[in-house]
C-alpha cells in the first residue's frame, strides 16, 4: 500500500490550500481515508476522514466550516480543501487510508505552516 501526499505549504491567515493524497494497492473497496496532523510539542489529532462504503465525512471540531474532504474514486485520491487558514492550524499533516480489517497505513507528512 503507497500514500502520496501532497499540496503542503506556506500561506498567511486566512489563505487556503489543497492537501491530495493518492492511494495506490489497497486490496479492498471498503475503507477509510482521511488526514491526521501533528504540531510540533502536540498529540496526533484527527482532521477528517471519508468513508468510501456511504460517503459520510468526519471533521473535527476547529476545522468545521472551514475544510472539506473530497474523493475521487476514479483516480483513488482523496483532497482535503482548507479554505480560512489559521496559525493553529499550522501542522504535519499525513494521510491514512484503512478499515478495521486490513488496519491502517500511513502516507508521508505534509507541512502546512500559517503565518499571521
Known amino acids: 500500500v503507497q500514500l502520496q501526499a501532497s499540496g503542503g505549504g506556506s500561506v498567511q491567515s486566512g489563505g487556503s490550500l489543497t492537501l491530495s493524497c493518492a492511494i495506490s494497492?489497497?486490496?479492498?473497496?471498503?475503507?477509510?481515508i482521511g488526514w491526521f496532523r501533528q504540531a510540533a510539542g502536540k498529540e496526533r489529532e484527527g482532521v477528517s476522514c471519508?468513508?468510501?462504503?456511504?460517503?459520510?465525512?468526519y471533521y473535527t471540531d476547529p476545522v468545521k466550516g472551514r475544510f472539506t474532504i473530497s474523493r475521487d474514486a476514479a483516480k483513488n485520491t482523496v483532497y482535503l480543501q482548507m479554505n480560512s487558514l489559521q496559525v493553529r492550524d499550522t501542522a504535519v499533516y499525513l494521510c491514512?487510508?484503512?478499515?478495521?480489517?486490513?488496519?491502517?497505513?500511513w502516507g508521508q507528512g505534509t507541512q502546512v505552516t500559517v503565518s499571521s
Open positions: 491514512y487510508v484503512g478499515n478495521a480489517r486490513t488496519g491502517y497505513f
Open positions: 494497492g489497497f486490496p479492498s473497496d471498503d475503507y477509510a
Open positions: 471519508i468513508a468510501t462504503s456511504d460517503g459520510a465525512t
